[in-house]
């Protein structure tokens, strides 16, 4: 008896390798995925800007990267007490002017050099409502808890986010042609907007995403939205908000990822990673006994085995932790 819908995921042509850099922009999303890829040793570089939901801001972002923009103190402005960019995620604001303007710099360098060696972009879109400065028109990032009648709101046309991300693309593609790009859009239900204009700029941004896939050969989509809404479309694997997802449906979504985007090679060695990271996380409330010196003996010894055997995996931490 079959009790839930399936969803057949094509294997990506070229998987995700370990070798690859990968570099992701977006939404809160983003971040489940990027840390996960994080946890199993990918070299991955998440989200420069902080966290960003709407197609202007990802596409103003990776233009950015491209273009090796740097930021001055005119670009910032003080609100709440603090310095803060209408680029950028909250985080990287800073009390001091110049230690904020220092740490989005760093960011953007970093962003620029491993924008041009990166084999994979994944782009997570959130929502298609796009915020404007009233005073200059100018889209922004994040509204860093600034008075709502500094704004304008607009559902951003699907033939304007083709043509913004399209742009971005062919930029890319220009500096670096062999990138690939995976979309995905955010299962986090932007409750804010309603549940109706929620769904309306859902439906903007797959549609947008679909034809970039369809125009790019080096676009691709991976459906974390539908394996939400559609196979999992139960409230059990929700938050308390009833908004972002839980622990147990970002670890389908993974499962699903690994299966669909990651090469078979390189899912036999997460494994293996995934064994260690899991065995440095372990916390004893005896660590003088004689059973767990021999529990990071033996972990010292497969961690250098695994670290030799693949260089370019960083296990620096781990190697220091069971060597303790």
Known sequence: MQLSLSLDIPPLSRPVAYTDNIL?????????????????????????????????????????????????????????????????????????????????????????????????????????????LKESGRHVANNHRAPSQWFDKRLLPVDEIIK???????????????????????????????????????????????????NFEQAHYFPAYELIIDILRDYRFYDIDFVHPNYLATSYVWEQFTKACIAPDAQALMHQVHEIMTARAHRTRFPGTQAHRKFKESYLAKTKALAEKHPRLDFSAELKYFGE
């Open 24 to 132: 992701l922009v977006g939404s809160c999303f983003t971040e489940h995925i990027a840390d996960r890829l994080q946890h199993h040793k990918f070299s991955v570089l998440q989200n420069p800007h902080g966290i960003l939901f709407n197609p202007l801001s990802v596409s103003h972002s990776i233009d950015g990267y491209i273009d090796g923009r740097l930021y001055t103190e005119d670009d910032l402005f003080n609100l709440n007490e603090l310095w803060n960019s209408w680029d950028h995620h909250t985080r990287l604001s800073d009390t001091d002017l110049e230690a904020a303007v220092e740490g989005i710099n760093k960011s953007q360098r970093a962003a620029s050099e491993f924008i041009l060696k990166s084999d994979w972009v994944v782009i997570t879109l959130g929502s298609a409502f796009q915020y404007f």
């Open 164 to 214: 913004t991300l399209g742009n971005t693309l062919h930029k890319l593609h220009a500096v670096n042609p062999f990138a690939q790009v995976l979309f995905t859009i955010s299962p986090v239900r932007h409750i804010r907007d309603g549940v109706i204009d929620n769904n309306r700029s859902k439906a903007r941004l797959i549609e947008a995403v679909h034809e970039l896939c369809y």
